[in-house]
């Protein structure tokens, strides 16, 4: 494979990554205190949709690729499609981070409070950074892989119907995850607590902003895949 996505896919990609971009600036303080926790919600149950969405067109482009079978790290072509898995897991990582409040050797991802803006801004921003590598590690070698296991059966689906199923099945599963946790008083996941009270109070808003941003990216991915394929073609047959 080239180190560049087909062209098609390009865009589709590189929306990805701005969407999953917007989640990581979510996760700084300033930010994080001025979003309602329905949109917190919906950020955090929105991410397994978009990943299932993005690990459907990868594995497309893996398929449909000639050559020799590397790992699949090694497949993946560089930009916009390694951007957006890293950022994907750097999303969840610091969201974990933040909400159980862990630091890594005692660095933590929120700023001191008493630190100019800007200053508190570069802080969160390189402590994403660093984190990013190891979660685009974490995606393509083992979350990549395990979702193309997973989503082999939409193969032979239509794609249109291929990328509905994803889209379904991984924003049901976020949403169902949120509202089956314990977060009650001394529970594992009750810092979560916030959160599942807005989804609970404002069920059919957090259910569209969870599913806003993969249905748009899901047509959009269609009609950029369909686009490449068609110029592929037309260029094969010159």
């Known amino acids: 494979m080239s180190d560049r996505p087909r062209p098609g896919l ?6 990805m990554t701005l969407l999953h971009g917007a989640a ?11 979003l309602p926790p329905v949109v917190h919600a919906a950020l955090l149950c929105g ?3 978009l990943i299932l969405l993005e690990a459907y067109f990868i594995d497309r482009l893996l398929v449909a690729e000639s050559g020799p079978k590397l790992p699949v790290w090694m497949r993946i072509p560089a930009g916009p499609i390694r951007s957006a898995l890293a950022l994907a897991l750097t999303y969840l990582g610091l969201f974990t981070l933040q909400t159980w409040e862990i630091s ?17 801004l570069a802080w969160f921003s390189g402590f994403a950074l660093i984190v990013t590598f190891p979660a685009y590690l974490a995606a393509t070698t083992t979350l990549l892989p395990v979702l193309r296991v997973l989503l082999r059966p939409l193969r032979a689906l239509p794609a249109a119907l291929a990328v509905l199923v994803a889209i ?38 957090a259910l569209l902003i969870t599913f806003a941003g993969p249905a748009i990216g899901g047509v959009f991915g269609l009609v950029r ?12 047959a010159e």
């Open 10 to 15: 390009v865009p589709f990609f590189t929306l």
């Open 104 to 120: 890594l050797g005692g660095v933590d991802p929120t700023p001191p409070a008493i630190w100019p803006l800007a200053q508190r």
């Open 47 to 49: 991410q397994l949709p």
């Open 225 to 236: 895949d369909a686009l490449g394929r068609r110029r592929g073609r037309s260029a094969d």
């Open 168 to 205: 379904g099945l991984g924003g049901g599963a976020g949403l169902l995850a949120l509202a089956l946790v314990d977060v009650r008083e001394g529970a594992m996941f009750a810092a979560l607590v916030d959160i599942k009270a807005a989804v609970t109070a404002e069920p059919l808003g």
């Open 24 to 34: 990581v600036l979510s996760r700084f303080d300033q930010f994080q205190a001025a």
